[in-house]
């Protein structure tokens, strides 16, 4: 059974940065695309940013308003993937979640079409 759990949130400052880690175990993740997602209080679950599986790559994706400043990295040695995230500005307060389906042909996506998803962790970000 796949497992994902994510740790790195916290509270930080206006411009700070911070690296989330979604460690999964159960499956290989070279044959795994994961997502990274958020919500905040009282807006719908945005999609951040994915990887896809070996067999695309490991082909990446960013949604708009997190482009430039975040980086999605993997190490598949670690069953970990990595969101670092810079620049951090107020609106990317949220619960970040981590979600996984496996595939051979289909690439990541940045909308909810995953079978596995973590608890998620708390990102802050301070004025």
């Known amino acids: 059974q796949l497992q994902i759990v994510e740790s790195g949130g916290g509270l930080v400052q206006s411009g700070g940065s911070l690296r989330l880690s979604c460690r999964v175990s159960?499956?290989?993740?070279?044959?795994?695309?994961i997502g990274w997602f958020r919500r905040a209080p009282g807006k719908e679950r945005e999609g951040v940013s994915c990887?896809?599986?070996?067999?695309?790559?490991?082909?990446?994706k960013y949604g708009d308003s997190v482009n430039g400043r975040f980086t999605i990295s993997r190490d598949n040695a670690a069953n970990t993937v990595y969101l670092q995230m810079n620049n951090l500005k107020p609106d990317d307060t949220a619960v970040y979640s981590c979600?996984?389906?496996?595939?051979?042909?289909?690439?990541?996506?940045?909308?909810?079409?995953?079978?596995?998803w973590g608890q998620g962790t708390q990102v802050t970000v301070s004025s």
């Open positions: 979600a996984a389906f496996q595939a051979v042909i289909k690439a990541c996506v940045l909308r909810e079409e995953y079978d596995h």
């Open positions: 159960g499956l290989n993740l070279d044959n795994l695309a």
């Open positions: 990887t896809s599986s070996r067999s695309r790559g490991y082909s990446t």
